[in-house]
């Protein structure tokens, strides 16, 4: 915890710039949509092939149901497609599905896929693939605290701890991210993983999300891999730590 590990193990990614990206072709924002999932397949595996365990991936916010309805329905029919099109090939790279989010909002057929996908690939290892669907950070702050009252109907809110509530947010199970992207060229954090960012790394670039490409990756890595990581200490307890490690 206290020296840079040359490779992040979970990157998390808010895929920005679908609808920019086809604006400036003259192309329905629908179209930037299409473009933008197939770069989810690309960045999946150059993900796997440079051994990352962990890629977290911001699909749909809670917000942005307020866009107009043809497109948030595009959006939903793209998912469906993705899971219909892409889980097998992915399942046999091993790699892991998980949906994170409030998924009573979606149809039944979605939740439905959403299940099976998340089923028939949980023996998978080599990559856990989180894909955040109407998911918020406020949302799964609130929801964890929720299923902690839940569970521990005879404590009071004096006993909670970060780590109890750490222990029902969505990603529970996950490591917290190492890295941040953002493409598309905006500085924040649109209710993502809010209370798992807290000393994740971030990266912020104006290419377009179906820009981003595997050399685009290996730029944001290399970037990481300049970090300093120190978690509240000072650069010469970093550097003895690291000395003592090695
Ligand atoms: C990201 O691209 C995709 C989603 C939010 C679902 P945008 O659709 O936000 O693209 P811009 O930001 O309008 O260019
Ligand atoms: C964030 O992008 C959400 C996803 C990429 C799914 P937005 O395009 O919705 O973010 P804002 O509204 O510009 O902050
Ligand atoms: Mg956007």
Redesign the pocket.
Known sequence: MTTEPAQPQHIAI???GNGRWAKKRFLPRTVGHVKGAAGVRRIVKACADRDIQYLTL????T??WRRPPEEVSTLMDLFVQYLQKEMADMSKEGVRLRVIGDRSAFSADLQARIAAAEQATAHNTTLHLTVAANYGGQWDILQASRAWQKANPTLSIHDLREQDLAAYLSTADLPDPDLLIRT?G?S?I?NFLLWQMAYTEMYFVDDYWPDFDEASLTKALTWFASRVRRFGRTDDQVANAANAAS
């Open positions: 808010i895929m920005d911001f699909a749909f916010s917000e942005n598309g905006e924040r649109s």
